[in-house]
């Protein structure tokens, strides 16, 4: 028991220490973090490296990350609870209900540089490039095939039985959706919304080509921005890193014992 619990806290503190090392790097003064130490905690802590983050505005760029993770999120859930459900519970043909899967799986599996350049034509086509809805609708790329994958195999841990009880009573399809599925579903859910928004958070490619101007770029782009050919801002990239970590693990630790219980795939 004892040997269990101390690989339970080696693994954590392993797990924790790239964070507070990026935190202690935040907090110390360019000499500090260049000399080469390897002192965790910084001997003359400053708040240099926030205030040019504050000064640069960056809480805009986080502004930008929220909006296109939340919309998003939004957007595949929306698109893909009925699409799940209908794979689900409607007769398709094998052969398509299949081929369907296998598509979304490739789409998924598909390296983001492959579709970068259509994409790119397809948003200038569209009057979106540059733009935070043009983001939005490109992230579906990836987030759509896989909300509908994730969300796929919760809609058949639902009983059928629900179902039919509600349509017994009178109940339509969308009345059984929003009142007895998705309810029920609820931690597949959330564990979907959870995985999507943190892919949305973290994306860099697609930002990086598609956001020209500075104005609208999101966090990860920020963070890039901070390492050029002169010299590496160690202090603000540690800074900005911690910064756009921050959210993430505090919608983490809200939505929990949801996230866990749908990884599990339990409808307790």
């Known amino acids: 028991m004892r040997a269990r619990l101390a690989g339970a806290f080696a693994v954590a503190a392993l797990s924790v220490l790239p964070i507070v090392w990026m935190a202690a790097t935040a907090l110390k003064p360019p000499g500090e973090y260049v000399s080469g130490s390897t002192a965790l905690w910084p001997r003359a802590p400053t708040l240099m490296h926030l205030e040019a983050l504050a000064a640069a505005r960056v809480w805009r760029l986080g502004l930008n990350s929220l909006v296109v993770t939340l919309g998003t999120t939004l957007v595949a859930l929306a698109a893909s609870l009925p699409a799940a459900y209908a794979l689900a519970r ?11 899967l296998v598509f979304i799986l490739v789409v998924k599996l598909t390296p983001p540089i492959v579709l970068a350049v259509p994409l790119y034509q397809v948003l200038r086509g569209l009057g979106l490039l540059d733009t935070l809805g ?3 609708l490109a992230y579906q790329i990836y987030a759509l095939p896989f909300a509908i994958w994730m969300l796929l195999g919760f809609v058949r841990d639902v009983p059928v039985a629900y179902e039919d009880a509600a349509r017994i009573d009178g109940a339509g399809t969308a009345r059984i959706l929003l009142d ?89």
Not at 90 to 100: N, V
Not at 219 to 248: F, V
């Open 134 to 136: 043009g983001l939005i």
């Open 180 to 268: 007895i599925v998705f309810p029920v579903m609820a931690p597949g859910i959330a564990a979907t919304a959870i995985l999507v928004a943190v892919a949305a958070w973290n994306e860099f490619l697609f930002a990086f080509l598609f956001m020209q101007s500075p104005s609208g770029f999101t966090l990860p782009t920020a963070i890039a921005t901070r390492i050029n050919e002169d010299e590496t801002l160690w202090g603000q990239l540690s800074a900005l890193g911690l910064l756009a970590s921050l959210p993430i693990l505090c919608l983490v630790g809200i939505v929990h014992r949801a996230l866990t219980r749908g990884f599990a795939g339990g409808l307790a």
């Open 90 to 100: 409607l007769s398709f043909p094998r052969r398509l209900d299949m081929a369907f």
